[in-house]
């Protein structure tokens, strides 16, 4: 991994969350002198805010077109993030054929999850929140961490922004490597929920399997060690929301941290009163239902 300097002269920002962007881009271009590349309705955003905005159109010569999925997928954008700024002959290539070297990539994707998320959502409806621009520049950009920083959340706006104003307006190689590893993370999920949703629509038969499984797991918390106390341990969770009662997801309100099996006992406990109608109690130790009892209403 390497901590050299890259300085950010060009930025292209295309996003469906526009969360802080204002004053991300903001600071890039009045702090650090960065041209700022955008597409649709970001480049749009970013003109009401008082930016100046070149448009991708403007770099590639072609127009955006079929509505807006055609505008990135360019020479001149994924060259100026695929090429390797210390080969001689992606030099000599970005030169022949006018292509300048884009050093940071802001990119959201298209709300699929939220899409599929509303009650009645149509094939049709999810299928056009399937972004493959945004993807593919981020993808790009990641590859190539070495030159280009990606940011893929408007969390990171700020992190991104100490790191340049660290180094006078340059990333330097720890961040661009972590940013990488989040932009990898992020479009195998939405890549996951994408997958996962086609496979259902239409429903597949009772009889058939799934052909593959694919998890998506957070880290929600460290745990105070793991089944033995010098081994360490913690708690993942899937991204996807659930209604059901849980001891992953339930909220820890005092108490020390808690260890591999307090969990264990938790959730056997939550598992075995699940069984009643009434309301129950149940005292576990070491994953074993010792005691239970249910409220009688007679």
Known sequence: MSDDLVPVRRALISVSDKTGLAEFAG??????????????????????????????????????????????????????????RDNATHVAAMK??????????????????????????????????????????????????????????????DRVLGDLRKHGGSSCGVLRHKQAFRAFSDTFAYDLAIANFLEQHPQPKPAEMPAHIGLKLSRKQILRYGENPHQKAALYVEDRKSDEASVARATQLHGKELSY?????????????KEFAEPAACIVKHATPCGCAAMSCG
């Not at 292509?99 to 049709?124: H, M, Q, W």
Request: include cysteine; aromatic fraction near 6%; hydrophobic fraction near 45%.
């Open 261 to 273: 099996i307090n969990l264990l006992d938790a959730d056997a406990a939550l598992s075995a009163v």
């Open 27 to 84: 600071a890039l271009a009045r702090e650090f002198n960065v041209e700022l590349i955008s597409t649709g309705g970001t480049a749009r955003f970013l003109r009401d805010a008082g930016l100046k905005v070149t448009d991708v159109s403007d770099v590639t010569g072609f127009p955006e077109m079929m509505d807006g999925r055609l505008k990135t997928l360019h020479p001149k954008i994924h060259g100026g993030l695929l090429a390797l």
């Open 96 to 157: 022949a054929h006018g292509i300048d070297a884009i050093d940071l990539v802001c990119v959201n994707l298209y709300p699929f999850r939220e899409t599929i998320a509303k009650p009645g959502v149509s094939l049709e409806e999810a299928i056009e929140n399937i972004d493959i621009g945004g993807p593919a520049m981020i993808r790009s950009a990641a590859k190539n961490y070495r030159s280009v920083l990606v940011v893929t959340s408007p969390e990171r706006y």
